[in-house]
């Protein structure tokens, strides 16, 4: 299956993805080389310290993976994932850019920028995914 037929479907599609929307969390754009999701940061993201949950911050960015490996193929799964984090968001907004760094015949690897509204950055995520036989 190649591609959604548009943001919408794409969005319909990845509101399955209950952690992830019931958290805030949402796809912006989608395209064959990069994907963008976002969410604001409230009470419910927020560690016993008041910084932002490494976990929150993870999976913005592993929904980022998601949806652009998933446009192309719609059977991809992260094999393997690892994620910096870099700085403490500044800001009330998280952004996570995903690009493919390589697109094989039976598995990928996407890189994810998450950066706070202001630009900073915030996360690196780099995963694996395996293409599924479908």
Excluded: W
Excluded at 27 to 49: F, G, K
Excluded at 75 to 90: C, E, G, H, R, T
Excluded at 110 to 117: A, H, K, L
């Amino acid at each position: 299956m190649k591609g959604f037929a548009s943001i919408e479907e794409a969005q319909a599609f990845f509101s399955g993805d209950r952690f992830a929307t019931e958290n805030g969390m949402k796809l912006e754009e989608l395209d064959e080389n990069h994907s963008v999701t976002s969410m604001t940061i409230d009470a419910r993201h927020r560690n016993a310290l008041g910084g932002v949950m490494g976990g929150a911050i993870f999976t913005l960015a592993d929904l980022a993976f998601a949806a652009l490996t998933n446009d192309r193929e719609r059977s991809v799964v992260a094999q393997q994932v690892s994620i910096n984090y870099l700085s403490a968001p500044k800001d009330g907004r998280l952004v996570a850019t995903a690009r493919y760094r390589k697109d094989g015949r039976s598995s990928c690897v996407v890189n994810v920028d998450v950066t706070d509204g202001s630009g900073r950055d915030i996360a690196q995520f780099v995963g694996t995914g395996f293409k599924l036989k479908g």
